[in-house]
């Protein structure tokens, strides 16, 4: 997979399975533009300083100015848009009231969307790639019991694949979306100290997953949303 001369957004890149993806792309040649909200996350973030990464403060992916100040930055030259970026947050359904709802869905859902709307209008008539970030109870409602607000709005992105999918293959954008279980992180880890940490998927393979749904190697998929569950 050669991206070479290629630019590449990933949201939520200085995450733990962003890291990973971006990583990886700038292996393969990349020019990868990263906006973070989190100061910490970008100060600990490993390829920080490589020359052709730039790392871009914003304030809210759910705010429609800023994506595109972050979209702006890629010129013409936009081949592939990643959106990682999202939260998670238990909670029953009688324990969620709408501002906690409504969060779920501005971070995970309309986060996607704004990145989405701002990619297929920076391609032009170019073509490119995006993959979105959905979850196992994104494909398994029933997995989302106890997370409902969660599982809403990542059903939520799945839905947005398929359809932009649909909507942009004439132009040469080519949409899919990957929805992984558990992954293996730190955080994870210590959050569920007992679970089979072997079984969870690694970072680094749903990363590479992610890379060849965005590189110039997939000519045909489009609007699948990729079960990336490992042995879980």
């Not at 848009?81 to 995970?108: C, E, P, R, Y």
């Not at 799945?158 to 558990?182: H, M, R, Y």
Request: net charge neutral; charged share 20%.
């Amino acid at each position: 997979m050669d991206f070479a001369t290629k630019t590449v957004v990933v949201t939520g890149g200085t995450g733990a399975l962003g890291t990973a993806v971006v990583g990886a792309l700038l292996q393969q040649g990349a020019h990868c533009i990263v906006p973070y909200v989190h100061d910490a996350e970008a100060q600990r973030f490993p390829h920080r300083s490589h020359r052709r990464l730039l790392l871009m403060a914003v304030r809210n992916l759910a705010d429609q100015a800023d994506v595109d100040e972050v979209f702006d930055q890629t010129g013409s030259s936009l081949w592939a848009s990643i959106h990682i970026a999202g939260g998670f947050a238990m909670g029953k359904v009688s324990d969620t009231d709408k501002a906690a709802l409504m969060a779920q869905i501005d971070q995970n859902l309309v986060s996607c969307f704004l990145c989405c709307r701002a990619a297929v209008k920076a391609f032009g008539a170019n073509g490119g790639r995006i993959v979105n970030v959905a979850a196992r109870p994104a494909l398994e409602w029933r997995a989302g019991a106890g997370m409902s607000a969660y599982a809403i709005a990542k059903a939520g992105v799945a839905v947005l694949t398929t359809t932009l999918a649909e909507e942009a293959a004439k132009d040469g954008v080519l949409v899919n979306a990957v929805a992984p279980s558990i992954m293996d992180t730190a955080a994870n880890r210590a959050a569920m100290p007992k679970a089979d940490h072997a079984a969870w998927p690694k970072v680094e393979e749903v990363a590479a997953t992610i890379v060849f749904l965005a590189s110039p190697d997939n000519r045909v998929t489009r609007g699948a949303v990729v079960p990336v569950y490992g042995k879980a």
